[in-house]
């Protein structure tokens, strides 16, 4: 199992998950101290952008950081300098009581 199945996001019914991730080696050639950070700054947009294409497709998107990022990187083939930032998990909607309880005003 690649993910964590949480009641909020059960990676393993979605039917895409994509993982963003960073070379932390090129951004500290590239931006210096603060490489780490615009990386994951750069990431953020990314998913904005993937987020923004399911929505206009019918599909939800969902971020969650419950996964191995050693397994990760080895099912890739990946090295130690590749940082998995998050998941994001593609799929339909489903309310739940917990998590999106019905509104009565």
Not at 21 to 41: E, I, N, P, S
Not at 60 to 81: E, F, H, K, M
Not at 86 to 105: C, D, H, I, K, N
């Amino acid at each position: 199992m690649l993910c964590d199945r949480t009641p909020a996001v059960n990676t393993a019914k979605a039917p895409a998950v994509v993982f963003l991730g960073v070379d932390r080696l090129a951004g500290d050639r590239w931006f210096g101290a603060r490489g780490y950070r615009v990386l994951h700054q750069e990431a953020g947009i990314v998913a904005q952008r993937i987020s923004v294409l399911a929505a206009a497709a019918g599909v939800s998107a969902r971020i969650t950081n419950g996964y191995d990022d050693g397994l990760v990187r080895q099912l890739i083939g990946a090295g130690p300098a590749y940082v998995p930032v998050f998941a994001l998990v593609l799929g339909r909607r489903r309310a739940t009581a917990q998590y999106e309880p019905p509104l009565t005003w």
